[in-house]
């Protein structure tokens, strides 16, 4: 038959003359402004994806920013809310809220439980003892008729009736 030689070369001048073939068609069905445009649009694509890709990642960026925003925001209530709670609360009730809680408020609490100092209320207590309070029941009915007998009056009238 044929030999390996023979073969070889008839196939390498086969492989040629279909790539020369190949290349002359290709040119005839899209002509060079149909490449150009195919090029151009696919740059135009590329540019946009890349565009697109960027603000994609600000957007996330941005997102992560007001995120870290936000979560400083809660922080500062909530350190300012637990504060109040210690400051505006007798110590006996601070303690249960530590002791609730988990011991970590935020702030340095044991030194704002230790300060702190309880009174009564300057308008309930009595300005002079036997005399009533702003808020008390009785405040102002002095001028006032009145039709019963109160708990100060019944006492009023039993220290009178001992002194006299």
């Known amino acids: 038959m044929f030999s390996l030689e023979v073969l070889i070369m008839v196939a390498a001048i ?13 040119r005839t069905m899209f002509p ?5 445009q195919l090029e151009e649009s696919l740059k135009t694509a590329r540019q946009e994806l890349d565009q697109y890709q960027r603000e994609v990642a600000q957007h996330f ?9 936000l979560t400083r925001n809660y922080k500062d209530v909530h350190d300012h809310l637990a504060k109040g709670a210690l400051n505006l609360t ?9 002791a609730a809680g988990d011991k970590s408020l935020g702030i340095e609490a044991s030194a704002d439980i230790d300060e702190q100092q309880v009174e009564a209320p300057r ?9 009533t309070g702003t808020l008390s029941e009785e405040y102002g009915l002095d001028d006032i008729e009145r039709t019963e007998p109160t708990a100060t009056d019944i006492e009023t009238e039993e220290e009178n009736q001992k002194a006299g």
Do not use: Y
Request: glycine share 8%; with cysteine.
């Open 14 to 26: 086969i492989f040629c003359i279909g790539g020369l073939l190949g290349a002359l068609i290709s």
């Open 90 to 98: 007798n110590p006996e009730i601070t303690r249960q809220m530590m």
């Open 123 to 131: 308008d309930w207590a009595p300005k002079v003892p036997g005399q």
């Open 61 to 69: 960026a941005d997102t992560a920013e007001l995120v870290h925003n």
């Open 32 to 36: 060079p402004e149909q490449q150009k």
